[in-house]
T-cell receptor, first 110, second 129 residues
């Protein structure tokens, strides 16, 4: 069972918006930066968001990140079929002294 | 453009030691802004951080694996390596190497506030007799 809790799956229609939550505690999300990763089928994870809400160059502004208290959220607007993937949140857990990831959320674009 | 490539045996026998190497190209492993790490993903499951190393040899390990893990760095070869001892079927996974960035455009952080980018393509290691 993961230290960070994500919904197993979310779905939405093309063009719509979806949010993916990542719930933790004061020992992880509450006091450390969160990053988000996209894993397309059969490929390696790719960085989408770092420092809670910053996008690396090349990541479209359809992807956004936020953090409030001990939870973080990834938002995706203007959904495309190419966004179908697994999404993971990650951060440092100060109590465990370990990098921890959420269990992952499978996004289906209907 | 920085690239990472994992290499090593795809099949390891139970109780033996899994050994993988990550070769970094397009940049130096000796940069002060980065750690270098290993993450694994069992088939159909989520990501698990194994550990990370700095070019000086300083390491962070996942406490759940620490007793079996050794990560080392070879700066002249621009490589870092993973050894996982006493493997079982539960260690069957795709193993990724990745760079852990500690600095944004304006600020540098401690290890805990970093992020992984880029990742290697991953290599499947199966533990079976």
């Amino acid at each position: 069972q993961s230290v960070l809790t994500q919904p197993p799956s979310v779905s939405a229609a093309p063009g719509q918006k979806v949010t993916i939550s990542c719930s933790g505690s004061s020992s992880n999300i509450g006091n450390n930066y969160v990053s988000w990763y996209q894993q397309l089928p059969g490929t390696a994870p790719k960085l989408l968001i770092y420092e809670n809400n910053k996008r690396p160059s090349g990541i479209p502004d359809r992807f956004s990140g936020s953090r409030s208290g001990t939870s973080a959220t990834l938002g995706i607007t203007g959904l495309q079929t190419g966004d179908e993937a697994d999404y993971y949140c990650g951060t440092w857990d100060s109590s465990l002294s370990a990098v921890v990831f959420g269990g992952g959320t499978k996004l289906t674009v209907l | 453009q920085l690239q990472l490539q994992e290499s090593g045996p795809g099949l390891v026998k139970p109780s033996e030691t899994l050994s993988l190497t990550c070769t970094v190209s397009g940049g130096s492993i000796s940069s002060s802004s980065y750690y270098w790490g290993w993450i694994r993903q069992p088939p159909g499951k989520g990501l698990e951080w194994i550990g990370s190393i700095y070019y000086s040899g300083s390491t962070y390990y996942n406490p759940s694996l620490k007793s079996r893990v050794t990560i080392s760095v070879d700066t002249p070869q621009n490589q870092f390596s993973l050894k996982l001892s006493s493997v079982t079927a539960a260690d069957t996974a795709v193993y990724y190497c990745a760079r852990r960035s500690l600095c944004s455009s304006t600020t540098c952080y401690g290890f805990g506030n970093g992020w992984f980018d880029p990742w290697g393509q991953g290599t499947l290691v199966t533990v079976s007799s």
